[in-house]
């Protein structure tokens, strides 16, 4: 990401790019990524389902491992009530415009304490501890944005798969037992 001067009264965060967009620190940990190569893995476009640190096996299970069977029944049956993954993607919204603002606003008294302190080493302290400032509050912005739409994008996914499935079941005809005679 470039570096952008501060410019006194500016209100607006950097936005990272969506199509890198760090992993969270809970994935890195999940996945135990080692320490120094956290940047080496970015987050999914919005409307993937694909786990970024999920690699191929190198080679294929050895033979003669049993495997344990599947629980009984099968998965549980996931069910989603209409616009609830669209109203979640509004409230993430919300977060974001509340978040935004108040952290795009610390530029000016940054500034302000830069000036007053010119000339010790305090000033240049304050200057990147702004700066990292900004580097994180626009990763979170830049994060939020991806959950939105990913929960629309989910929603979106969801009710079409819903409703293909709905119209392919109404083509099943059970058949009568007098059909034949």
């Known amino acids: 990401m470039s570096e952008r001067k501060a410019v006194h009264g500016d209100d607006k965060l950097p936005e990272p790019g969506q199509s890198k967009l760090p992993l969270s620190p809970d994935e890195i940990k999940r996945h135990g990524v080692l320490p120094g190569f956290e940047g080496h893995y970015t987050a999914p476009p919005a409307g993937s389902t694909a786990d970024p640190l999920d690699r191929p096996q190198l080679r294929p299970d050895p033979p003669g491992i049993i495997k344990p069977p599947a629980a009984p029944g099968g998965p549980p049956d996931?069910?989603?009530a209409p616009g609830v993954l669209k109203k979640a993607a509004g409230q993430v919204d919300d977060i974001h415009d509340a978040f935004y603002k108040p952290a795009a606003s610390l530029e000016e008294p940054a500034l302000a304490a830069v000036r007053a302190l010119e000339g010790f080493e305090s000033a240049r302290a304050v200057r990147l501890a702004h700066r990292q400032w900004e580097r994180q509050a626009g990763t979170?912005?830049?994060?939020?944005?991806?959950?939105?739409?990913s929960l629309r994008s989910s929603d979106g996914t969801y009710t079409k798969t819903d409703v293909a499935v709905g119209q392919t079941s109404n083509q099943v005809r059970i058949r009568s037992a007098l059909e034949g005679y």
């Open 78 to 80: 996931l069910k989603i």
């Open 140 to 149: 979170v912005t830049g994060w939020l944005t991806h959950i939105a739409e």
